[in-house]
């Protein structure tokens, strides 16, 4: 009795570990995915930050442009 | 090697979760607990880095933020001036705001004249060093922290010779910035010199040498050149051809001079070189000063005629030296002709000297005074008639003697003439080359004269140093006391023309030496800098209109130098 019980120990050991690796594999891979999230999510959000660093330089040249254009004007009147 | 610039650590989950020295009931539950244990860990490097992300890109949106606030203020400001502008008022046409905005924006004083300023200093602004500790996310500091630090190598610099930081035989991180510094540094001053050497124009000192250089450079070119490359080879080339010109100037000033000037002219260079002699100690001053002080002399003292003894009383040397001094002379000459006006001044009347004088201006003055010497010299002694007329015209010197002999001094100038040459004859005189020929003719009148002309000379020189060895001896040292004193101050206006071309040679390349260093210095550390000046120089070639003449400054200046 004590060999089979002793078997069945260790099976239900080896099942709960299975289950127990199972259960951390799901949340390394949850790790992962936020990870990855993160990551494009970074890299999309530094993309479009990009973008409108570079409108926002653009109309700042021509807002300066046009201030010169302006101001030229009314110092001339 | 890549650095990561976020590691979410442990990354080995499951490793080393056992204790080795603890019995544990149920090794698989103390290593699923351990990996819980890391996973956790893993969690929480996720949120910290995660929130470092967060942070970064709310800082970014933040200034974007802040940007197009701005903006959008300037906008409505922008919006309300347009509003208010009046199409009645005269404005000035859309060109003219184009063309003056630039200049207007930065001296206008208006409202939005600081607003102008910022927005043109934005404008301006280049973003520099993006790639650098400064700009670098706080996970990469701590990455680069986490890293080896180099080998203190800085720590040998005491025991290198050549200066250099050990370290960055390691690891130069200003390596490449140093690259393109250096590159642009090397681009700017190249246009700078294609464009003509622009520096040296806004300089002001600078600008009157070149200017001197220019005055003198001008009227002949190839002389000139000549005349440099001789100044730094002792001028033996401006000689000959000055000697040759002066008897054909003699010719067709008085053919009756001729007969006289032929006797002479083997004298004259004979003269020149007695000059020379005397002037051997002082190179230049014999040429230039004897001509100017001799004249003087005479009209004001009694004794000039003693000092022109004096002066040949040098005389016995100068015979001797004749044949010798000749080197000198020729290198003196060059020198001289800067000082000759100041002796047409002195000797008015005489035709020939007064046309050769006025052919060669300055220059031709210089010949002439050793011819009165001779005179002088010669009619105390009793001389041959030409001696004679001229001894007795040289006191006349002052005023104005059209007799032939005059003419004959004047001859001795014939150096002088060089520069004369050019000017009223230059068709004759041209050819350098040919003149030497001419020369022997003119002297010999028939073919081997040459040599006897100079064996008089050399006869009559004798002549007259014995005259003048006979003449009290208190004139000549009088007169070398007085010519001694002379010369000095007369070489000075000669020296001091060299010394302005030569200096002129040296602050170009001193300030080439001082602008590079400046640049270095300015754009060690400044894009901004560096491609402002870049711009600069950019903008100054298309604007620079007179490129023809400074290249040709330039290229003129680059050939002296070299």
């Known amino acids: 009795m004590s060999a089979p019980k002793a078997g069945e120990a260790v099976q239900k050991q080896i099942q709960q570990d299975w289950l127990n690796r199972e259960y951390i594999e799901v949340i390394t891979i949850s790790i992962k995915k936020i990870t990855d999230f993160l990551n494009s999510f970074d890299l999309s959000c530094r993309s479009k930050l990009a973008g409108l660093n570079e409108k926002l330089t653009i109309l700042e040249r021509k807002i300066d442009y046009l201030e010169a254009c302006v101001t030229k004007g009314e110092t001339l009147t | 090697m890549p650095l990561p ?291 003087h002399h005479y009209d004001e003292n009694p004794y000039s005629q003693g000092m022109m003894q004096g002066m040949y009383g040098q005389g016995p040397l100068s015979s001797e030296s004749l044949n010798m001094p000749g080197t000198p002379t020729r290198k003196i000459r060059p020198s001289q002709p800067p000082p000759a006006p100041p002796s047409n001044g002195s000797t008015p009347s005489a035709n020939t000297p007064t046309r050769g004088r006025s052919m060669s201006t300055g220059r031709d003055t210089l010949p002439p005074p050793p011819p009165p010497p001779e005179a002088v010299s010669s009619p105390p002694n009793g001389l041959p008639a030409h001696l004679a007329r001229q001894s007795s015209q040289s006191p006349r010197s002052q005023s104005p003697a059209p007799d032939p002999q005059q003419d004959l001094p004047p001859p001795p100038p014939a150096p002088k003439q060089q520069s004369p040459p050019k000017q009223q004859q230059p068709a004759v005189a041209a050819p ?88 270095r210095g300015n754009g060690l550390h400044d894009v901004a800098s560096i491609l402002a000046r870049r711009v600069a120089v950019e903008l100054s070639d298309t604007d620079s209109g007179s490129d023809s003449d400074s290249d040709n400054e330039g290229w003129g200046e680059n050939e002296t130098s070299a």
Not at chain 2, 21 to 44: F, I, K, M
Not at chain 2, 189 to 201: A, I, L, S, T, V
Not at chain 2, 243 to 262: E, F, G, K, S, V
Not at chain 2, 495 to 505: H, T
Request: aromatic fraction near 6%; glycine fraction near 6%.
């Open chain 2, 5 to 295: 610039k976020r590691v979410i650590e442990p990354i080995h989950v499951t490793r080393g979760t056992l204790p080795e020295d603890y019995p544990l009931p149920s090794e698989l539950e103390g290593v699923t607990n351990g990996t819980l244990a890391n996973t956790v860990r893993q969690l929480s490097s996720l949120s910290r880095h995660a929130e470092d992300m967060f942070g970064e890109l709310a800082r970014d949106a933040q200034q974007l933020y802040d940007r197009s606030n701005s903006l959008q203020a300037r906008i409505d400001r922008l919006a309300i001036k347009v509003t208010q502008l009046d199409s009645t008022v005269e404005e000035v046409s859309l060109q003219d705001i184009h063309m003056r905005k630039a200049f207007k924006s930065s001296t206008v004083f208006d409202q939005h004249d600081i607003r102008k300023r910022k927005a043109f200093k934005s404008s301006t602004m280049f973003d520099q060093h993006i790639f650098a500790r400064p700009t670098m996310p706080t996970a990469m500091h701590e990455t680069y922290a986490v890293c080896d630090r180099p080998p203190p190598l800085d720590k040998l610099n005491c025991y290198r010779d050549d200066g250099k930081d050990g370290l960055k035989f390691y690891t130069d991180p200003n390596y490449f910035f140093e690259l393109w510094r250096q590159e642009m540094l090397i681009d700017t001053e190249r246009m700078m010199h294609d464009r003509g050497k622009k520096p040296h124009k806004p300089r002001a000192e600078g600008g009157q040498g070149q200017r001197s250089k220019k005055k003198v450079r001008l009227p002949h070119n190839t002389r000139e050149r000549q005349k440099q490359i001789a100044v730094g080879h002792g001028e033996t080339i401006m000689n000959p051809s000055a000697i040759y010109r002066t008897p054909q100037q003699i010719q067709q000033l008085h053919p009756d001079d001729m007969m006289l000037a032929d006797q002479q002219r083997p004298p004259r260079p004979n003269s020149i070189e007695i000059r020379r002699s005397y002037g051997g100690p002082g190179q230049e001053m014999p040429d230039g000063m004897p001509s100017p002080a001799a004249y």
């Open chain 2, 432 to 519: 350098p080359p040919p003149p030497p020929p001419p020369m022997p003719m003119v002297n010999g009148g028939g073919a081997a004269q040459g040599s006897p002309p100079q064996a008089l000379m050399n006869g009559v020189m004798g002549n007259l140093a014995h005259i003048l060895n006979s003449t009290p001896p208190k004139l000549t040292p009088v007169k070398d006391r007085q010519i001694a004193q002379k010369p000095p101050p007369m070489a000075d206006p000669r020296n001091d023309l060299l010394k302005a071309i030569r200096d002129g040679i040296k602050l170009r390349k001193v300030e080439k030496s001082e602008q590079k260093e400046v640049e």
